[in-house]
């Protein structure tokens, strides 16, 4: 074991021994934040690993929701995100003059935006890329395949972000209309 694996594993426990903890904010990122403010993590959103040379994720023993292992914006064409957002998003209710467009998007299955939109991941491995497929939502006809990511984009986030990753499960309660955390398992 090296320094920052002793470094890491001594917070945790000095965390699992407090047993049952409040919040420090509602809904699905509460998990996150709580251990990360417990564990000495100022809040950011930087591209680098969060402590100790680890990137830390949590989750609530009882979910199965997915867990979001790194944010990356499409790295082809340039302003992709714009791109998308402006043509296929939709506008937010208290500004129609902004459009949104916030979506999760897998290789192996086609997701649901709109009713109108499919997205789904294609891996083009002539170009080494993996590209954002925009389908129909009815017929699942190709629209557009114009924007996503680079292998080496992808490796490099990987590299850099998830080298190390912590990982840290909890069970949870509410009491008295407070959500509360008791960090119990850690893998990495």
């Known amino acids: 074991m090296n320094d920052n694996e002793a470094l890491i594993i001594e917070r945790f426990n000095q965390i699992k021994a407090l047993g049952f903890v409040r919040s420090n904010r509602k ?3 509460g998990i996150g934040k709580t251990f990360e403010d417990y564990i000495g993590v100022v809040e950011n959103n930087i591209d680098e690993p969060d ?3 680890y990137e830390i994720k949590s989750h609530r023993e009882e979910t199965s929701s997915y867990i979001t292992l790194f944010t990356k914006s499409p ?3 340039p302003k992709a995100n714009s791109y998308l957002k ?3 998003g939709i506008p937010y209710e208290n500004n129609p003059c902004l459009k949104k467009l916030h979506t999760s998007m897998f290789a192996s299955k086609f997701n649901t935006f709109t009713g109108l939109y499919s997205f789904r991941l ?4 002539i170009h080494n890329a993996i ?3 925009v389908f129909d939502y009815n017929t699942k006809e190709l629209i ?3 924007v996503g990511y680079t292998y080496d984009c992808i490796e490099d986030i990987l590299k850099k972000k998830l080298k190390n990753l912590f990982y840290v499960s ?3 309660e509410i009491k008295d209309g407070d959500e509360y955390f008791f960090f119990n398992e850690e893998e990495y």
Do not use: Q
């Open 170 to 172: 909890a069970e949870r």
């Open 27 to 29: 809904n699905n990122t």
């Open 75 to 77: 790295n082809f064409p």
């Open 144 to 146: 557009d395949d114009t």
């Open 131 to 133: 590209r954002i497929g």
């Open 51 to 53: 402590l100790f040379g």
């Open 86 to 88: 402006d043509k296929y």
């Open 122 to 125: 294609l891996n083009d491995s």
